[in-house]
């Protein structure tokens, strides 16, 4: 009878200490878009976004902690302009050839109350690997109205300096400094 009591206080304490795993939620690539912003020779801001991006999130709002695995597709960069879309992705620039993605692999998330405020990661782009911190500005879980399922979405920014990551073709008339904007909607699996 010892036995089977201390095999339950075991079994129960294996399972408080365990009790709220982490969700798994994959990315809507109908919802997500990375976006970015550079300056065109100081007169005017350039803007683009990747129409392709593929990954996954963990996220356990009771432990307030959380992962982030993110793809992009370099190849689906939109300008609103084809010879610059074009021109982008030619090894001055993404060297698409060479690094068909970019990736987000985060390391940490910050949150503040129920709030998520931050989400530092390392980002990789161009061959290179350098840490960033996505500031998030709007937050929300809660179930999709359509779908019926938890849906998490958030919306980020962070700024980098492209040189960092081997991009500096037409420095300093092409901006050095890039916003980052990202926009992601990730359904519960």
Known sequence: MKTL??????????????GFAADTYVIDPTHTFA?????HLGFSTTRGRFDKTS???????EKKTG????????ASVSTGVDKLNEHLLKDDFFDVEKYPTIRFKSTDFK????????????????????????????????EHPLKKVQACGADA????KRSEWGMSTFSPNVGEEVTL??????HKQ
Do not use: W, Y
């Open 55 to 61: 990954g996954t999130i963990s996220l356990d709002l």
């Open 181 to 186: 904007r990202i926009q992601v909607e990730a």
């Open 111 to 142: 949150f503040k109350g129920k709030m998520l405020m931050a989400v530092k990661g390392d980002l990789t782009m161009h061959g290179v690997t350098r840490p960033v911190t996505l500031e998030v500005e709007e937050f929300v879980c809660k």
């Open 5 to 18: 009591s201390r095999l339950t206080a075991c079994l129960l304490l294996a399972t408080s200490a365990h």
């Open 35 to 39: 976006n970015f912003e550079i300056s």
């Open 157 to 160: 920014t962070a700024k980098i």
């Open 67 to 74: 992962s982030a695995d993110i793809t992009i597709d370099v």
